[in-house]
């Protein structure tokens, strides 16, 4: 590609990505109820080791640290989720008011520190009691979420103003419906089925609100894209990825944006469409939020759920030493390619939500954190991203996943993806080398050097 790029434009937004259940710990404090996650991590073989997040980073205490890290790199923008049970415990009715106070102090010391909010209202912790009313294979969760959404940007609106309704729902879906990694660890088609309309009209129905209540609000929707690739390139293998190709990265952006279901999807889930549903689905976003990591790889597997499994990444994809630190292929390729796609198919601005890299990354005597292999993923994306704005892909905005490492759900704590190490038995945060190459890239990229 060009050898020198354009500047990055004017008001690009540099920031970091983080979740509630990931981070915040106080899990029981405050009059937080429990969550689908809560759950899970008390399932036996739901979380490696028996991890849980009832301490995580302890971010409910220590959130000011946190911000203060965050403006020692520079960053302009925070990308976080508000927990629904800590705000709401048992889902609805009544309001838990100490919750509501956390992110008042949140809010108003990151833009005390000059750091933008980006709230995001769903990171996969369902309140238990409404999953026991039956979750989001129910239809009355589109109206449950509408009003949590409701309480949100009454609350916080004055202060925040990007707002994203959900974040990947295709991950919490597909793995917590269909494959069971993930909250609730169901695989049934007709519920994987129902929570994918759901879903979609409770995002419909949030954006709705957050447009109404919200003065200035610009909303937009997180969705995970990355191309599925059949593992070895047969008949059965090709029908698995265009499968999961529908259920990965289809069914959400294409009914939010384009007002219909992929083919093979469309067919399934009529029984399940209402009439005006699709009108309810497709309102309009002012931009499109993309998770992306790497390209995945899709076989044929009767027993599961669809028929479908993962497969593993051809050998020369997941070899190198700083794929296995992440655990799959590195190939910023696709993300140059996923940000072209994109830009052509639904013609929104992109806002890169989540990029980044895991590890095992550990202190050294000295009590220095180095990183390397985050700091070569995270170039390789950047210039790969920089190629499709060069190539025309409307880019505003670029998140690292993540501040710190964190509960990284049925990993547990033993997959790190932080800037900032965070060791879980004394909880003390430590700035890895990578968090000041993003605070170099960002000061350069101010500068229109980068
Ligand atoms: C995202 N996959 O999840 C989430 O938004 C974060 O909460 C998470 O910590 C981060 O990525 C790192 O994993 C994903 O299997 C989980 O391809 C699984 C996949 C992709 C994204």
Excluded at 111 to 125: M, N, Q, T, V
Aim: hydrophobic share 40%.
């Amino acid at each position: 590609m060009s050898a020198t790029p354009p500047p990055y434009p004017q008001g690009f937004v540099w920031g970091v990505s983080t979740s509630a259940y990931q981070i915040e710990g106080a899990a029981a404090e405050d009059g937080r109820g429990p969550s689908i996650w809560d759950t899970r991590c008390r399932t036996a073989g739901g979380v490696v080791n028996g991890d849980t997040g009832d301490v995580a980073c302890d971010h409910y205490h220590r959130y000011a640290e946190d911000i203060a890290l965050m403006k020692g790199m520079g960053v302009g923008a925070y990308r976080f989720s508000l927990s629904w049970p800590r705000i709401l415990p048992r889902g609805r009715g009544a309001v838990n008011d100490k919750g509501l106070d956390f992110y008042d102090r949140l809010i108003d010391r990151l833009l005390e520190a000059g750091i933008e909010p980006w709230a995001c209202l769903y990171h996969w912790d369902l309140p238990q009691a409404l999953h026991d009313l039956g979750g989001w294979a129910s239809r009355d969760s589109a109206g449950w979420f509408a009003d949590y959404a409701a309480l949100c940007a009454r609350r916080y609106g004055d202060r925040v103003k990007r707002w994203a309704t959900f974040n990947e729902f295709s991950v919490f879906t597909l793995f917590g419906y269909a494959i069971p990694w993930a909250a609730p660890g169901i695989t049934d088609r007709v519920q994987h089925l129902r929570a994918i309309h759901h879903v979609n009209l409770a995002h419909g129905a949030g954006v709705d609100v957050l447009r109404a209540l919200v003065p200035q609000a610009s909303i937009g929707a997180i969705h995970n894209r990355q191309v599925v690739v059949p593992e070895t390139d047969t008949p059965e293998n090709r029908e698995a990825a265009a499968l999961l190709d529908e259920h990965w990265n289809l069914v959400f952006p294409d009914p939010q944006i384009r007002g219909h279901y992929p083919p093979r999807t469309a067919e399934a889930i009529e029984p399940h469409v209402q009439p005006g549903d699709m009108a309810r689905i497709a309102r309009p976003v002012d931009w499109f939020g993309l998770n992306h990591y790497g390209p995945i790889f899709a076989k044929t597997e009767p027993e599961r759920t669809w028929g479908y499994g993962w497969g593993n990444a051809p050998a020369a994809a997941a070899n190198s030493e700083a794929s296995r630190a992440v655990g799959w292929a590195i190939f910023p390729d696709a993300f140059r390619e996923e940000l072209l796609t994109i830009s052509r198919r639904y013609r929104l601005p992109i806002v890169v939500t989540e990029n980044g890299c895991g590890g095992s990354d550990a202190p050294d005597a000295g009590g220095a954190v180095d990183d390397p292999h985050r700091i070569a993923y995270l170039k390789t994306y950047n210039a790969a991203m920089r190629d499709a704005m060069a190539l025309g892909a409307d880019v505003r905005g670029y998140f690292v996943w993540s501040l710190l490492d964190n509960f990284e759900w049925g990993n547990g704590y033993g997959q790190r993806f932080g800037l900032v190490h965070v060791d879980f038995k004394t909880l003390k945060r430590t700035p890895k080398a990578s968090s000041r190459w993003y605070a170099d890239l960002i000061r350069q990229a101010r500068a229109g050097g980068a």
